[in-house]
């Protein structure tokens, strides 16, 4: 598997302290919140410098490590489940995303606040979180309610993608980084709309030519053939093999489609890791795998995101994107 080839720039301990004041502000945390930074040891950096903004807002601030999983949507130790249960609002600073396990989705129905930060960086965190949230919102509500009242959504792409969704029935979710309101979740970075297709309408070829999670920046295209919302076929050289090979183990359901996305962040950049990639304003992506937690049906112990370049994406063949920018 390759490190994502994340450009670095320096960062100094303003910018830090910063990006984390931001990052506990979108948690609303306050006096009486029980504060949890969920980490592994590589990510330690960034989940200290959460803890320590934190206890200038409570008493109440623990880490948890633990060993990293071995793929996204892989459920953490029990012992990390236990102790999101019994927080008021966490921070997930982990190699691999923990969004999509029932350790997550537990710890919402009790009513935690969570922000999720796979594989971020310490140049990632300081560069992306504290950004304009009012335009977040304002871009990512609109095309949320496009998406929601869409019925058949094709993408297409110069690098070859040509795919044909069904969003009928489904309703988008809009990630603009309001995560004050109990039992809210999801990403800082923030900043995408999407969307659990119907799993077994989907059709076509979708080529990641950008950004693949958990592999980083792709040497050569990766083309995918779906066939009734299941990638049955992938190409594209070792990156192709590690995708099946890893959907596989998510079980009977991983190769189903599970999501597309629009980022909308204007901060972000394609650097090789998924969690900024997708949120690049006018990128789009595609993920396999569990989608449950966002409005499909589809369970799986896994969830792969791809990104796709300079797509055209087109609702009952309205174009709401093309060559990478937002349509109005």
């Not at 960062?11 to 980490?39: M, T």
Request: glycine share 10%.
């Amino acid at each position: 598997m390759k490190t994502p080839a994340t450009p670095r720039y320096p960062v100094d301990n303003r910018e830090l302290a910063l990006a984390a004041d931001v990052a506990l502000d979108r948690l609303g945390l306050s006096d009486g919140d029980a504060f949890l930074a969920v980490s592994n040891p590589e990510l330690v950096e960034i989940a200290t410098e959460l803890a320590e903004a934190a206890r200038g807002r409570t008493q109440n601030v623990r880490i948890q490590e633990f060993p990293p999983t071995s793929r996204d949507g892989e459920e953490p130790p029990d012992a990390v489940a236990t102790a999101m249960c019994q927080a008021s609002a966490i921070a997930i600073v982990t190699r691999f995303s923990l969004s999509h396990t029932q350790a997550r989705i537990a710890a919402t129905r009790a009513g935690a606040r969570i922000a999720s930060m796979p594989d971020i960086t310490v140049d990632i965190f300081a560069r992306t979180i504290p950004i304009d949230y009012t335009h977040l919102e304002r871009v990512g509500r609109t095309l949320a309610s496009k998406l929601t009242q869409a019925k058949i959504c094709r993408v297409t792409a110069p690098g070859g993608t040509d795919i044909e969704l069904s969003l009928h029935g489904r309703e988008a979710i809009c990630d603009d980084g309001d995560l004050v309101t109990p039992g809210a979740w999801g990403n800082l970075p923030a900043g995408e709309a999407f969307i659990a297709p119907l799993e077994s309408a989907g059709r076509g070829t979708i080529v990641f030519d950008g950004s693949l999670a958990s592999w980083g920046l792709l040497d050569e295209p990766l083309s995918i053939e779906l066939e009734q919302g299941r990638a049955v076929t992938a190409a594209g050289g070792a990156a192709a093999e590690w995708l099946l090979q890893t959907l596989e183990a998510g079980g009977a359901n991983g190769r189903t489609i599970a999501e597309l996305g629009i980022g909308t962040n204007p901060g972000a950049t394609i650097t090789g890791a998924i969690l900024e990639d997708e949120k690049a304003e006018g990128t789009v992506h595609f993920a396999f795998g569990t989608n449950t937690c966002i409005g499909g049906a589809n369970q799986a112990s896994v969830h792969i995101d791809g990104l796709v370049r300079d797509a055209m994406v087109e609702l009952d063949g309205r174009p709401i994107l093309r060559d990478g920018r937002l349509l109005d």
